[in-house]
């Protein structure tokens, strides 16, 4: 099992950079596919970023295609993503999210665990 807790988010302007950060609890970090979901107001959550346990294949949402960065550390059991030119669609509560991953190669939800969630609000 593992546990995650998000920090990073904030309120910024359209075109402001900001970088989540996810630490995640636990001695077997390496193992686990890592991702960024948000929700903006409504039911349903968006996957918006993935890394496999290697970081060696990396999925991004085409609306933020080369504005945001994922990456993990796994000797420091973290995972970011850096978010670049902002927009106020972006808006929402960015949560980690962890799965346990044999293949090495994946990242697709579904996800198994959840941290607690981190407000970003893009203003115009």
């Known amino acids: 099992q593992v546990q995650l807790v998000e920090s990073g988010g904030g309120l910024v302007q359209a075109g402001d950079s900001l970088t989540l950060s996810c630490v995640a609890s636990?001695?077997?970090?390496?193992?686990?596919?890592m991702g960024w979901f948000r929700q903006a107001p409504g039911p349903e959550r968006e996957f918006v970023a993935g890394?496999?346990?290697?970081?060696?294949?990396?999925y991004y949402v085409s609306s933020v295609k080369g504005r945001f960065t994922i990456s993990r550390d796994n000797a420091e059991n973290t995972v970011a993503l850096q978010m670049n030119s902002l927009k106020p669609e972006d808006t929402g509560v960015y949560y980690c999210?962890?799965?346990?991953?044999?293949?090495?190669?994946?990242?697709?939800?579904?996800?198994?665990?959840w941290g607690q969630g981190t407000q970003v609000t893009v203003s115009t």
């Open positions: 999210a962890a799965k346990w991953d044999d293949s090495g190669i994946t990242y697709r939800p579904p996800y198994d665990y």
């Open positions: 890394i496999s346990r290697t970081g060696s294949t990396i």
């Open positions: 636990g001695r077997t970090f390496s193992g686990y596919a």
